[in-house]
T-cell receptor, first 116, second 117 residues
């Protein structure tokens, strides 16, 4: 089975500090996408960042950036200047390209706590 | 922006009854929709891929006769949990792809909490 692994069940960070969430994945496909989703207590899935596997440049979205290591199949999320509103469950996910776009395999999730 | 509406947001039913959950794409056509299941403090697990006008594709281990999926139009997919039992209690989430957008986009519904008594 092609899996996504998040090895950190829980992480904590002080407000305004930086935290990195880890993710590794397995795939035999050449065309795929990687995602980080945030799930707050409301349980609405919120897209944090998306990375196309064919792009070498790491994706960034304001305070959020990724370290995409394709050969190592690693996709970590860095949150800079952490805010209280960043506290949530974070899921790493892998999706295929083409007609299977949107079919995601999720990691186990990492609960992020932000301390004031 | 594009929105996926999921209804109801929560439902309580008696064991043995059936429950229908709707997933609608409000301002785009979704050829493909996906249904996920999430147990408390666990990950999302893909149940099935719903294709407009054709039979759904179920993931291994998902009972087709228990979780009926219908995708009769480009904006609506339904998941019916038949003869629900307490072990079917879970959070169900749908998603839809907007393949008509310049960059393929994926949107999630707000989820449905099913509690079977």
């Amino acid at each position: 089975a092609q899996t996504v692994t998040q090895s950190q069940p829980e992480m904590s960070v002080q407000e305004a500090e930086t935290v990195t969430l880890s993710c590794t994945y397995d795939t035999s496909e050449s065309d795929y996408y990687l995602f980080w989703y945030k799930q707050p207590p409301s349980r609405q899935m919120i897209l944090v960042i998306r990375q196309e596997a064919y792009k070498q440049q790491n994706a960034t979205e304001n305070r959020f950036s990724v370290n995409f290591q394709k050969a190592a199949k690693s996709f970590s999320l860095k949150i800079s200047d952490s805010q209280l509103g960043d506290a949530a469950m974070y899921f790493c996910a892998r999706g295929a390209g083409g007609t299977s776009y949107g079919k995601l395999t999720f990691g186990q999730g990492t609960i992020l706590t932000v301390h004031p | 922006g594009a929105v996926v509406s999921q209804h109801p947001s929560w439902v309580i039913c008696k064991s043995g009854t059936s429950v229908k959950i709707e997933c609608r794409s409000l301002d785009f056509q979704a050829t493909t929709m996906f249904w996920y299941r999430q147990f408390p403090k666990q990950s999302l697990m893909l149940m099935a891929t719903s294709n407009e006008g054709s039979k759904a594709t179920y993931e291994q281990g998902v009972e087709k006769d228990k979780f009926l999926i219908n995708h009769a139009s480009l904006t609506l997919s339904t998941l019916t949990v038949t003869s629900a039992h307490p072990e079917d209690s879970s959070f169900y989430i749908c998603s839809a792809t907007d393949t008509g957008s310049p960059n393929e986009k994926l949107f999630f519904g707000s989820g449905t909490q099913l509690s079977v008594l």
